[in-house]
């Protein structure tokens, strides 16, 4: 897969909509009973940015990037300013060998968790533990995969926790911006939808 590790302009977000979504099939009885099927075990986000463009210095940056990903050709880091944040997730367990930990985000409802793998935490922000010591060297987080490696393994039972801030993986789900001229240096957008991507 295609993907450039450039974000999409932040403040374009503002206004936008989206969020995370599945994919359940359901059938219904003639009794009117219902059997869900959820495909998905991960939610897959989905965005519609139209409504972010409000300066033409946002409408240039927005064109300029639709052209430099060819459409729906190339993937990109997307801010998800309603989630973006994690704090004291924890990553696994030291076992004496492990040296590679994956950042996670864990979300919790009702006694049911998700387990989101995080792929493209920003650069900078990522504060690993160790039984709750913050790790200052000897470890090293890899901002196009979210891997975590220590250059020696964690002792057995040690807990693993990070603090971070990510970018979601997404795409242009349209090869074609279409703009409509309302009135003289006014442009309205119908649609310009994102989605994310599996890496």
């Not at 009973?33 to 991960?42: F, G, H, P, V």
């Amino acid at each position: 897969m295609s993907f450039a590790e450039i974000r999409f302009p932040d403040d374009i977000f503002y206004g936008s909509s989206g969020g995370p979504g599945y994919s359940t099939s359901i059938v219904v009885t003639d009794g009117g009973y219902e059997k869900r099927n959820a495909r998905w075990q991960q939610a897959r986000a989905r965005y519609n940015v139209a409504h972010g463009v409000k300066t033409r210095t946002q409408l240039d940056a927005l064109i300029a990037f639709f052209r430099a990903r060819k459409g729906r050709a190339y993937g990109f880091r997307f801010k998800d300013w309603s989630d973006f944040q994690a704090t004291g997730q924890a990553l696994g367990t030291g076992d004496g060998t492990r040296t590679q930990f994956q950042l996670v985000k864990t979300y919790s409802s009702g006694g049911v968790a998700e387990t989101r793998p995080i792929r493209k935490p920003v650069a900078g922000t990522v504060k690993l533990y160790v039984n709750g010591a913050l790790q200052t060297s000897g470890v090293s987080v890899a901002a196009s995969t979210g891997l975590v490696t220590f250059t020696s393994p964690p002792a057995s039972g040690a807990r693993i926790s990070a603090d971070f801030e990510f970018d979601v993986p997404v795409r242009f789900d349209t090869d074609t911006l279409s703009a409509s001229l309302d009135a003289y240096g006014v442009h309205s957008w119908l649609d310009i939808p994102l989605v994310e991507v599996r890496v």
